[in-house]
């Protein structure tokens, strides 16, 4: 299935900013996937059109809450078993990529503990528990806009890979 976007709908958010304009290929994708990741919605999406998607489920978690909650709520492994590290990097935004990396690295060690079911008083005390990720989360508040930028423009250059635009 092809994602399909209406130009019109695209040259209104490009004119609102970088985060209305990648706004606009979320929730195609969310639309296609009936906000759902699983078996029967995964091959829904191309590579690229994951990698979007991934800086979306990556970028909203980490701003409420951090690498807990994002593992927490289950975007663990569509965030550190797939190449959403690595299709940052050629995007060209390698310092991301570098967090994510690094991320990686805690999360692979510490999967089973970081993705068990946990009561409120488990999972508030993960974050003193995983205080590693606490500074990778600063260095992403630091530099988010700027990455956003940097997917939005390549978004735009290959747009083709997210999506197909109608006229």
Known sequence: MSVKIAGEKLEK??????????????????NVTKNKLDSTTMPLLNGWQHSLLSYHYFREELMQG?????????????????????????????????????????????????????????????YE??????????????IEEECTSIIAYYVDQHIGDFAEIES
């Open 66 to 126: 951090g690498f807990v909650q994002l593992i927490q709520n289950g975007y663990g492994s569509y965030i550190f078993k797939n190449p959403f590290a690595k299709s940052l990097k050629i995007i060209g935004a390698e310092e991301l990529s570098k967090i994510v990396y690094k991320a990686k690295e805690i999360y692979d060690k510490h999967q089973k503990d970081l993705e068990r079911e946990t009561t409120d008083e488990e999972f508030h005390a993960m």
């Open 13 to 30: 958010a490009s004119q609102e900013g970088n985060n209305a304009f990648l706004a606009v290929f979320i929730d195609a994708y969310l």
């Open 129 to 142: 528990q995983y205080e590693n990720f606490a500074d990778l989360e600063e260095r992403f508040f630091e």
